[in-house]
């Protein structure tokens, strides 16, 4: 009776012994999973912005309105006019910071610009700002805002500027917002720009500059 009676304590022990091996095995398999799980969703929130490009290229054409106040042209859109003067522009850039969780950059941009239509003209800028990267919806739809500010140069006195506002200079402030989408890690996107002229609050000029909305491509590489 002793002896049926250790066979079964024996069998008991053992396949309490079995079962916390199972759960052991289980639980370590969970765990390990989970950090699996875990760092592949890191990585893929660590991939969303893509590949690191210090250089652009920048084309694009835009419309000159005939509303010379930036801010009325942003929360007014729908009633934006627009003269036949157009402006068509190359740029390069370059990053020349980038936070460490390149987040956003600080980059310098060059532009040869030529205004056709109701006016002939070349334009030549030179800006630099800030680039913001991240965004909730980069793994979706890659994106990215720019501010610009620097100094534009026309070949001659802008016709339309002078039309528009009554007198211009060649030498003016120049600033741009820009906002880029495009494919997620892709190296290119569509660019939306606000191209302007300022006479920087009469510090260049008493009047003139211009507004242009344009809508082009970025290449990094």
């Known amino acids: 009776m002793r002896v049926l009676a250790q066979r079964a304590f024996d069998g008991a022990a053992h396949d309490r012994r079995m079962m916390i091996d199972r759960v052991s095995a289980l639980v370590g398999i969970a765990v390990v999973s989970c950090s699996g799980l875990y760092a592949g969703s890191c990585a893929r929130a660590d991939d969303v912005l893509g590949p690191v490009h210090d250089n652009a290229a920048t084309f694009y054409v835009g419309r000159i309105s005939s509303v010379n106040a930036w801010h009325d042209l942003l929360t007014d859109p729908t009633h934006a006019e627009f003269v036949d003067a157009y402006v068509a522009v190359a740029a390069l850039s370059r990053s020349f910071v980038r936070s460490p969780t390149q987040d956003w950059s600080a980059e310098v941009e060059g532009q ?110």
Do not use: K
């Open 112 to 221: 040869v610009a030529y205004n056709f239509g109701a006016q002939s003209h070349w334009e030549l800028n030179l800006a630099a700002g800030p680039r913001w990267y991240r965004f909730p919806w980069s793994n979706v739809v890659d994106t990215s805002a720019a501010f610009l500010l620097g100094l534009s140069v026309a070949s001659e006195v802008p016709e339309v500027e002078v039309e528009l506002e009554g007198e211009s200079e060649q030498l003016l402030i120049y600033w741009a917002m820009e906002l880029t989408l495009g494919p997620p890690r892709a190296d290119w996107a569509l660019t939306l720009r606000l191209h302007h002229r300022s006479t920087g609050f009469g510090l260049f000029a008493e009047e003139g500059g211009m507004n242009a909305v344009a809508l082009g491509v970025r290449y990094a590489f």
